[in-house]
């Protein structure tokens, strides 16, 4: 078992930053992919960015490559996600995710854990 907990979100206005942190517990988190999805009110939850199990590699949806940085901390248990040059369509709740497989093109509902979820709002 695993249990995610996501901080860092807030308001904040469009192009400016945020910094999502999530704490695992419960078995390590090097056993699992990491990453965020998000859910905008009314629509579907849908992938974010993630990072792999090992090897550092990273994936990103094309909506936030080039303003979005996801980062792991396998020693701190932590996963973070940089959100910079914020877009009103980026407000949504962010949940971080882990899975003992990937969390790339798979269906949310196919994910292992989930946090809660933390809400980020970017005003116009």
């Known amino acids: 078992q695993v249990q995610l907990v996501e901080s860092g979100g807030g308001l904040v206005q469009a192009g400016g930053s945020l910094r999502l942190s999530c704490a695992a517990s419960?078995?390590?988190?090097?056993?699992?992919?990491m990453g965020w999805f998000r859910q905008a009110l009314g629509k579907e939850r849908e992938f974010v960015a993630a990072?792999?199990?090992?090897?550092?590699?990273?994936y990103y949806a094309d909506s936030v490559k080039g303003r979005f940085t996801i980062s792991r901390d396998n020693a701190k248990n932590t996963v973070a996600l940089q959100m910079n040059s914020l877009k009103p369509e980026d407000t949504a709740v962010y949940y971080c995710a882990a899975d003992s497989y990937t969390l790339v093109d798979v269906p949310a509902t196919h994910v292992d854990y989930w946090g809660q979820g933390t809400q980020v709002t970017v005003s116009s």
């Open positions: 990072t792999a199990r090992t090897g550092g590699l990273t």
């Open positions: 419960g078995r390590t988190s090097s056993s699992y992919a």
